[in-house]
């Protein structure tokens, strides 16, 4: 949770510094999950995916995704990918703190929210 609220702040500090903010549904365009799966050993979810930079811009992105265990939101998660250069990918893995999921549960994940902010 720490890490999470760090990332947050510091997209939001980012966000102040450069003056710009989110663009919202075009910032979600560029975020796919590639998989959304049990941790065998841990017993919680693991969300990895990759972002493609749209923009012009190189940029700061911060990914929240939700997941849902049989269709009810159990937890969210937070990713940040700092200098993406336009037109470049980038993997991210989320590892939200949760409950745990039984073994015979289907999980999806979903975006929930992107922030996608100019880099210097």
């Known amino acids: 949770m ?3 609220g760090l990332a947050l702040g510091l997209a ?5 510094a450069a003056g710009c903010s989110s ?3 075009r ?6 999950i590639t998989d959304c799966v049990r941790d065998p050993d841990n017993h919680r979810a693991v ?3 990759e972002v493609l930079n749209g923009s012009s811009k190189r940029s700061n992105y911060v990914i929240q995704v939700d997941v849902k265990a049989n269709d009810s939101k159990i937890e969210s998660g937070l990713a940040s990918l700092f200098r993406v250069d336009s037109g470049a990918r980038k993997t991210f893995t989320i ?3 949760g409950a745990d999921v039984p073994s015979d549960t289907t999980l999806t994940c979903t975006v929930a929210h992107v922030g996608r902010i100019a880099a210097e």
């Open 2 to 4: 720490l890490a999470s």
């Open 12 to 16: 939001v500090g980012l966000g102040a």
């Open 23 to 25: 663009d919202g549904s």
């Open 27 to 32: 910032a979600a365009a560029d975020v796919r």
């Open 47 to 49: 969300v990895t995916g």
């Open 95 to 97: 590892r939200p703190v």
